[in-house]
């Protein structure tokens, strides 16, 4: 037996959120990523092997954890979480606020005008959106802004743990290779007495 097997205990926690959620099944495959690797290096220490686990156990906790707090913050702001793509509008009224809007700004920034103007902006899509008002068309603007800031952010935390995790992976590979070495080495010292 291990000498660090409490650490499992530890690990299967750690590892395992919501069940049926996105993020179960990307802890699934970080999981079974990192089996994969631990897989190669059959006759590695298991104290090491536990060791490489937990360590990424809490990895991984971290990084949900840092996900959650990104899904308060998503709620907070108004914006449903990843799911609520429209702002509480009609998904083809938002559709065509969207698409209005960039028309607008590329029309204006296109005539020669060095700065577009928020406000003016806004008129003009008040005109070509009679159905909401001028106080409604600012206010979804306010919030798709803060919508886009919120995915980038999302974005760059997913794209920071692939990094951390490649990273870990790739660093216990090297550990657990050596620790293979030197458990091969004293299998061979062994087997020459």
């Avoid at 003016?120 to 802004?145: C, G, N, Y």
């Amino acid at each position: 037996m291990c000498e660090m097997s409490g650490y499992s205990d530890v690990y299967a926690q750690w590892s395992q959120p919501a069940a049926g959620s996105a993020a179960a099944a990307a802890a699934a495959r970080d999981a079974q990523q990192l089996d994969q690797m631990i897989g190669c290096y059959p006759l590695a220490d298991d104290t090491a092997k536990a060791r490489v686990r937990m360590v990424f156990a809490a990895l991984r906790h971290r990084h949900q954890q840092k996900l959650d707090a990104w899904h308060g913050e998503a709620w907070r702001a108004g914006g449903g979480g990843a799911g609520d793509a429209a702002g509480g509008w009609p998904e083809a009224e938002h559709s065509l606020f969207v698409s209005l809007r960039m028309k607008c700004w590329r029309e204006r920034a296109g005539s020669g005008v060095k700065a577009v103007s928020r406000d003016a902006l806004m008129r003009q899509l008040a005109v070509l959106m009679p159905s909401r008002t001028l106080f409604e068309l600012i206010a979804h603007d306010d919030w798709l802004t803060a919508y886009k800031i919120l995915q980038r952010k999302r974005r760059g935390l997913l794209d920071a743990w692939a990094k951390e995790k490649s990273q870990f992976i790739e660093d216990s590979a090297a550990l657990l290779e050596e620790s293979q070495q030197v458990q091969t080495a004293k299998a061979q010292a062994a087997a020459d007495k």
